[in-house]
């Protein structure tokens, strides 16, 4: 049984460490109490304390006594218990501590037990919360080192002692738990005052800048009284713009530097900001102190108290006058781009009045190659039938054969007449869908005795009875077409070359159709092939070339067609492509 001697020097031991120990004590030093005083008041053979590792949620041995051997002390540095684990799960949730005796073992602990040399123990959680214990102590005997005197768990004689035991738990736990609050405090505080410190020097930096930009800014900045619109204060750019002192500025207010014509405005202008926090370039014109006008571009922004307004403001007066310089500089451009516009469709008009003529050149000249062997045969058969006639030797069966091929050739003149007629028929300057091959065609008929005179043969690659479709004017394509035969027909006869030719080609390669022609009059000379498409560029005399031809056509193909026209020069000569989307 307990004396009471003992019993008075084990509470008084209580009374002095609650009396001692505060926020003040660390945990370190709490544990050396708890170990003394279970192990030296209590007389327990050893005591364990593990401790929360948050950094990995494991319960990990921080103090230990009663293990001298460096065996058992090597055992119980790897000794880790899981928050989760049987030990700690089951005092957490059962909130109550672990009695485990010889005579009353407890499952859960019995094989911690061994690996902490111990045959009897108590344990308990203390500090943190339900959720995390802050740390486990346990105490505890091993039967084979007891002496007379250690403590009995649960023996009736030493109730005093766990009696004892407990109270100082509650300790251990409360001081623990201060301590967690103030090093908690003392964090939030040290970090508060720190906080407090940086966005201190973070204010008054923002000052310090605020106040740098007022007064060094070329931008006009006051604050206004927003009922009187009264200045409270400006900055040396407002002063310098508006020509006043500060203390002019001061005993002034903006609706009073505002011209007559702009105070209503201004009025509306002050009524949006109260309602709407703020407005951004808001334009007026101000009066100088020496009476001059600028315009000014104003953002306008209610401040917090609702009672002033701040002001910047530029002065666009410059900028007012350039863009009002610029205007009138583009009416004017605009007029003279007009007239140059004018000036260049009389231009283009005398181009396309030049192509035609030059065209209609070319045409009668083909229909006079067309028809000057029909009309020589005619009047040689005249000649020949009047002559035989005045002989007396014209025979009967000789009148009726050469009237017969009179007639012949008089029909040959009437479908030429035919041909040309249906290449100028109205119907074929119009935009519509045509046939590709039968264009070809047509364009061929009206050269092919022009040709035939120069000896020059026409390989048409081209197959007529395909019907490919194409959308635009279809004379037009013919007259490209026309002139890029009559320029191969024209250097054929100007170099003077045995057995000319030239050859047409038609391919469908990705949705376009290419017309290729081809001569071999030896090509064109590189210093001519970037100026072959310029209008009025010829390398013929002027009594033969416009220049007009190779650049209409271009244009045809470019613009009426969205297609391309190019030249590449081959080993026989100059090869034409005309490149028409599908």
Known sequence: MVNNSKLYKIYKKLYDIGKNINENVNAQELYDIACDFTTNELDFDKCIIFEHDDSNGWFKVVKSKGYDNPVQLKILSIINLLLSG???????????????????????????????????AYFELFGGDSEVPYGLIIVGNQSESKEENSSSILNDNESFLMLALGNFMVQLSNTINNIIFYNNWREEKDKLEENIEIRTKELEEQKRAFEAIYRTTKDGIAILDIETTAFLDANPAYCEMTGYTKEEILRTSCMKLSIEEDKQRSAEALAEVVKKGYITDFTKSCIKKDGT??????????????????????????????????QEMNKYLEIKVQKEVEKNRK???????????????????????QWRQPLSAITTLASTVKLNDQLGILETDEIDEKMDKIVDKANYLSKTIDTFRNFLKADNLEYKEFVLESTVERSLQIVESTMKDL????????????????????SELSQVIINILNNGKD??????????????????????????IEDNGGGIPKEVMPKIFDPYFTTKHQSQGTGLGLHMSYRIITESFKGKLYVHNTTNGAKFFIKLPI
């Open 86 to 120: 049987e030990v700690i799960e089951y005092l957490r949730v059962k909130g109550i501590p672990i009695v485990h005796t010889i005579d009353n073992p407890k499952k859960e602990v019995e094989s911690l037990l061994k690996s902490l040399f111990l045959d009897e």
């Open 293 to 326: 006008i600028i315009i000014v571009s104003m953002s306008i922004s209610l401040m917090d108290d609702k009672k002033r307004v701040l002001i910047s403001s530029k002065d666009i007066t410059k900028k007012k006058e350039m863009e009002k310089e610029l």
């Open 347 to 369: 231009t283009e008009f005398q181009l396309l009045e030049q192509s035609k003529n030059a065209s209609m050149g070319e045409m009668i000249g083909n229909i006079a190659h």
């Open 455 to 474: 000896h020059i043969k026409l390989i048409n690659n081209i197959d007529l009875t395909k019907n490919s479709k194409l959308m635009g004017v279809q």
């Open 491 to 516: 250097i054929l006869k100007e170099k003077k070359i045995d057995e000319p030719w030239i050859q047409l080609d038609l391919i469908n390669e990705d949705n376009n159709y290419i017309i290729s």
